[in-house]
């Protein structure tokens, strides 16, 4: 077919429903443009594989966006799944999405477990629940993907516990989860290869000072964002120092490793919430302009292969932990001060602080919500013992009415008389 079309074009001249050479080299170049552009922006494909059977892996943010697509693909590899959700059990939602993934997979070891990050005393009461259990129980992967954000624009809001949503969500209760399951992370044998990711955001660049709090007057989404994925990183390296520090029964080195992740910018809910401003007008123009998003930002499919690579990359098991891991591989960070170990150590006092105190005081709604209800509960009793009394001495009043309300028959006859 080609060798007649251009010996056709040599003797015959250009076809004349063929668009001319330069218009077709024009429209070559923008469709290469678009697809260098397109392959550019999706960003590295993880190449690594590890044999994931038995192995169990812990993630919240796993039902949407980036977290989703990382359960697709380890539980396309056989590893046991265990989804952190805010979730019901019996949410239909969850129930859809679990049923879809064990069909998608083939794989049925996929299961959920409460745990809303804007509750410390949720994720305390799941935790607390995991590390008392004896033996203890297999954890190969912790993968923290939940996270939100607030829309440019719109107003600071707080969680039940009154903290900063932003805040709690994506640094204070993973800090409170990794802080409970310490001990069952150290727990685990020598020869079993424990990473814990955390996904991070080159936001975290421009985040402002960890040294103090960001005031109610000098906060801004932006700044609230930022400022919670420096905190994970920080935490992150110190955390890595904690589980190095911590000496085995077996006198062998510590076999637990921390990888801050950044997946680049990924066609997510949360990047959906930002770019539309949290509207139904941006939603308008997101979607007229879709096509720049499919353009320049990665699918959740390609956001979440550097996850992957970070949880399968074999060589990633003689080195040590605490390193940024972008585009499947390793780099260095941008800021300095996320290496500050004095920095660090006032994040995880002031984090460790700041638990305690909202926990204390949840503990006491707790208690004085219980309370009310065991008051609404003894009330209801007495109303309804006081309803039975009344109802009892009305039925003897009737009783007595209807006696007297009787007609009499005739007089009674003596004793001793006869009758006929």
């Known amino acids: 077919m080609p060798i007649p079309f251009l010996a056709s074009v040599l003797i015959d001249g250009w076809p004349s429903w063929l668009p001319g050479p330069w218009t077709l080299t024009k429209a070559g170049s923008a469709l290469g443009a678009i697809a260098v552009t397109k392959i550019y922006a999706g960003g590295a494909t993880c190449t690594s594989e590890r044999n994931m059977h038995g192995r169990v892996v812990m993630i919240t943010g796993g039902t949407s966006g980036i977290g989703a ?6 539980a396309k590899r056989g590893a046991q ?5 805010h979730h019901e059990h019996n949410d239909s939602f969850l129930v859809d999405f679990i049923d879809d993934m064990r069909d998608r997979t083939n794989n049925q070891l996929i299961y959920a477990e409460q745990v809303d990050l804007r509750s410390l005393h949720s994720v305390r009461k799941f935790a607390t629940k995991w590390v008392d259990n004896a033996p203890p129980r297999r954890l190969d992967t912790i993968i923290l993907c939940g996270s939100t954000l607030t829309p440019p624009g719109k107003a600071r809001t707080e969680t039940p516990d009154g903290v900063e949503s932003t805040w709690q969500v994506n640094f204070l209760s993973n800090f409170h989860l990794l802080g409970i399951l310490s001990p069952a992370i150290r727990a685990q044998p020598f020869d079993r290869d424990v990473r814990i990711i955390i996904p991070t955001c080159s936001a975290y660049i421009r985040s402002p000072s960890l040294d103090k709090a960001l005031d109610k007057k000098d ?7 930022a400022r919670s994925k420096m905190a994970m990183m920080v935490f992150g390296k110190a955390y890595q120092k904690h589980l190095d520090a911590y000496k085995r029964p077996d006198e062998l080195p510590m076999n637990a490793r921390v990888f801050l992740v950044d997946p680049g910018y990924t066609r997510t809910p949360g990047m959906r919430r930002w770019l539309t401003r949290g509207t139904v007008w941006g939603l308008i123009v997101y979607l007229f302009l879709y096509v720049f998003s499919w353009l320049f930002l990665k699918s959740a499919s390609m956001g979440a292969q550097s996850i992957l690579w970070a949880v399968m990359e074999g060589s990633l098991v003689r080195d040590k932990g605490g390193k940024v891991v972008k585009e499947c591989m390793v780099v260095d960070c941008a800021r300095k001060d996320v290496d500050d170990e004095a920095v660090a150590k006032k994040l995880w006092e002031s984090s460790d602080k700041l638990i305690e105190e909202k926990e204390k005081d949840a503990a006491a709604k ?3 919500a219980k309370k009310r209800e065991m008051e609404k509960e003894e009330e209801k009793k007495e109303r309804e013992r006081v309803e039975e009394i009344e ?10 009415q209807k006696e007297k309300e009787k007609p009499k028959s005739g007089k009674k006859p ?7």
């Open 69 to 74: 697509a990382t359960v697709y693909e380890l």
């Open 81 to 85: 799944i265990i989804l952190l959700t």
């Open 219 to 225: 906060w801004s989404p932006s700044k609230a964002y």
């Open 366 to 368: 707790r208690a004085r």
């Open 391 to 400: 109802a009892l001495v009305n039925t003897i009043k009737k009783g007595k």
């Open 414 to 420: 003596k004793v001793g008389e006869k009758t006929a």
